[in-house]
């Protein structure tokens, strides 16, 4: 498969445990995030967002939590399966003032690898 | 519901050649924006267009271009390759106005050698 980033920091987590992906975010203008999911030879898959007006948000298995304050992201999955292996990114998105066009500002991913 | 197309999958040139990659949006999508992802520098934004028209551009050369369709179906343009233009270059689509995340394609990998 194409390698999507040859030095991602790495979790490792057995199957079934809960998983935890950290991102800290730097404009604090940023009101909506993201989390994607990108499995190898694939685009980023969205997987659950949360608007800045906001601190929790949960998707099926799926818990993203907002800290504005310390601008951290986290993204929690819960029964972790071997199926949720994959780099996983947190993007941020500011409506910039003209008119509504905004753009995606990705961190540098974390690879999720699930073990047996 | 057909996903974001893109075209072709995979294209190795030769440094000083120019490319153009294709992009069809889902349908009903009317906004489309160009990433590049590579390794080192991982996915960064290239530029976004609603309508025809060029709404934001990121921090790339002017080597780099794209446009849109009256059919809301992209291109983008890379002239004079460089070997550093090597990428995974990924198309996304939104119904633009509203506050969901892109869709995206599953890209064009470019090499150039």
């Known amino acids: 498969g194409e390698s999507v980033g040859l030095h991602l920091p790495t979790l490792s987590v057995q199957e079934g445990d809960n998983s935890i992906i950290n991102c800290a975010y730097s404009?604090?203008?940023?009101?909506?995030f993201i989390w994607y999911k990108q499995e190898s030879g694939k685009g980023p898959q969205f997987i659950i967002d949360i608007r800045s007006n906001m601190d929790k948000r949960q998707g099926q298995r799926v818990t993203v939590l907002l800290n504005k304050t310390v601008k951290h992201l986290s993204l929690q999955i819960a029964a972790t399966q071997p199926g949720d292996s994959a780099v996983y990114f947190c993007a941020e998105k500011e409506d910039l003032n003209t008119g509504t066009a905004s753009k995606l500002t990705f961190g540098t991913g974390t690879r999720l690898q699930v073990t047996l | 519901k057909a996903g974001v197309t893109q075209t072709p999958r995979y294209l190795i040139k030769t440094r000083g050649q120019q490319v153009t990659l294709s992009c069809s949006p889902i349908?009903?999508?009317?906004?489309v924006s160009w990433y590049q992802q590579t390794p080192g520098q991982g996915l960064q934004f290239l530029f976004e267009?609603?309508?025809?028209?060029?709404?934001n551009k990121g921090n790339f050369p002017g080597r780099f271009s794209g446009r849109q369709f009256s059919n809301s179906r992209s291109e983008m343009n890379v002239s004079t390759l460089e070997l550093g233009d090597s990428a995974l270059y990924l198309c996304a689509s939104s119904f633009y106005e509203t506050v969901s995340g892109y869709t995206f394609g599953s890209g064009t990998r470019l090499t150039v050698v």
């Open positions: 349908s009903g999508h009317r906004s």
């Open positions: 267009y609603f309508s025809e028209t060029q709404r």
């Open positions: 404009n604090s203008a940023s009101d909506y």
